[in-house]
């Protein structure tokens, strides 16, 4: 199999290095050693960036140009908005914080809802209740259609040509998510960018990035969306800020501001330096990757080098744990469980997973592997932030299963063990 379809491993040198600079890959502060395989809900915390948020959050000034400890906060500010910049490759437009990801895309929306001519609004049925509520509360409230494509139950993504029937001449706003944080499947969208704007060339897009972020590169010059959105916390971050990228034209979009700021500015109030601060760590972080591999004193080249080997680490796990070894069963052939949504072609997969077990349910299968200590999530019909898209799979549930790039070639093998015992219970 070649590097690009079932990925490349860390060496084990850089593993332990890598896996050193996180807290709790292997052990929990309370309970002692574990695996921790819930990463779609959250993310391992660098040391570094828990460190520098406390730093700068313990300093009491705030950034300006007249003392010397502001103007080394406002230094921090903006290397943390370029560094915004570098994750996206973004080279214009403005930046957007607020207290979460969610928060902002419903600002976002309505920005573009309220302001721009239309009388239809295209989603997915797989959108986080963030993106698809912000869609249909002010679809409603402006009276406008919203229009929903369908999932495909095989492959857990949607489908180009089902976002893209659904565009025309009147639609106002597409907002797309870039990877399901049910299933892991990556939306392909810089095709949908294509099509959608051959059929209305001044097309607004929105894209929610939040699960797709600590995956893969993301590269703005190759998918000019007007809006992106991540949340730190799941970038191996701190929990507390929703961090937007706006295109100028939504940026100058009427919106809440402050009568003295510019057109294009959307923050209000002080801004959360120590946020700031955790998104240059986490920049630093996947730079320092890339620079075990390339001589380099460009950001965005050893960011975008970092990304594409963190990828490949995720990918190799994942077959490792699909497909298993001459020692061990994969999940494909292990005999009482069903792999959901299971794509070959796993370049088009975040690394998430999610099975079921023939003899027990998902919320049992979840205390069974905490009882082996390994944390997953089960994402049930019955939770507001599952049901709409698990019934676009006919399904009433799955067990989450979402490692993380500092994981090891062990920590799979164990999980596949557990999983073994449990489908044997």
Known sequence: MSVISNGELFSNELLKEIKERFYHVDTDP????????????????????????????????YPGPIHKTASYLQKVLEDGINDVRTIFNAKSGSIFTSLTASQAMFDIVRAIAENINGTNMVTSILEHPSSYDSMEYYAKKLNKELRVAKSNPATGRVDVDEIIKLIDKDTCLLSVMYASNISGAIYDIEKIIKKARKIKPDLYIIVDAVQHVPHVLIDLQKTPVD????????FFGCRGLGIAWLSERVAELPHHKLIS?????????????????????????????????????????????????????????????????????????????????????????????????????????????????????????????????????????????????????????????????????
């Open 30 to 61: 309370n309970i002692g050693e574990r695996l921790f395989f819930g990463n779609a809900g959250g993310s391992f915390r660098l040391k570094k960036a828990v460190e520098q948020f406390s730093k700068i959050d313990a300093i009491p000034d």
């Open 227 to 234: 809006a992106i959105s991540f949340a730190p916390y799941k």
């Open 261 to 425: 700021k510019e057109a294009n500015v959307w923050e209000l109030g002080s801004p959360a330096l120590s946020q700031f601060a955790v998104v240059t760590e986490i920049v630093n972080y996947v730079c320092w990757i890339g620079s075990k591999f390339i001589d380099s004193s460009d950001r965005r080249e050893l960011f975008a080098c970092g990304m594409t080997k963190i990828a490949l680490q995720e990918r190799a796990l994942m077959a490792r744990m699909l497909n298993g070894t001459n020692e061990i069963t994969g999940l494909r052939n292990m005999k009482g469980v069903k792999v959901f949504f299971d794509y070959e072609d796993l370049t088009k997969r975040d690394f998430i997973i999610a099975i079921g077990f023939d003899n027990i349910d998902y919320t049992q299968a979840v205390r069974e592997y905490e009882k082996r200590g390994v944390i997953v999530y089960d994402r049930l019909i019955s939770s507001p932030y599952s049901k709409r898209m698990l019934e676009s799979f006919n399904l009433d549930g799955a067990i989450r299963v979402a490692p993380l790039h500092c994981n090891s070639t062990a920590d799979i093998d164990k999980f596949l063990k557990v999983t073994i015992e449990i489908s044997q219970l």
